[in-house]
Nanobody, 128 residues
């Protein structure tokens, strides 16, 4: 069982930065790939970025819309995954969710259905 808790959301002006954190419970954090998804009002939840579990070579996946602006990282010592968001745009406004998937990699990193555990979400609002 894994419990996830996001933090770091808020209101920021366009062009600004935010760093989201997701703290995970459990002793096997390194065995889980970690992903960030987001959901804007009236839209489907969409993939943002993910980092593979720590047993394989570390792989990263990014949605085209955030590539070059967002960076995902993880610190297995403190069971936390981070999302550094730079050059934020109003279109980035959404609730951001952290997710954990056991030993997933490759194309599965981008699939919502591959993740078995989800946080409650944190709101990010980017004003123009």
């Amino acid at each position: 069982q894994v419990q996830l808790k996001e933090s770091g959301g808020g209101l920021v002006q366009a062009g600004g930065s935010l760093r989201l954190s997701c703290a995970a419970s459990g002793r096997t954090f390194s065995s889980y790939a970690m992903g960030w998804f987001r959901q804007a009002p009236g839209k489907e939840r969409e993939f943002v970025t993910a980092i593979s579990w720590s047993g394989d070579n570390t792989n990263y996946a990014y949605a085209d819309s955030v590539k070059g602006r967002f960076t995902i990282s993880r610190d297995n010592a403190v069971n936390t995954v981070y999302l550094q968001m730079n050059s934020l745009e109003p279109e980035d406004t959404a609730v951001y969710y952290c997710a954990a998937g056991y030993k997933i990699n490759g194309l599965a990193l981008r699939r919502r259905s591959a993740y078995g555990y989800w946080g409650q979400g944190t709101q990010v609002t980017v004003s123009s």
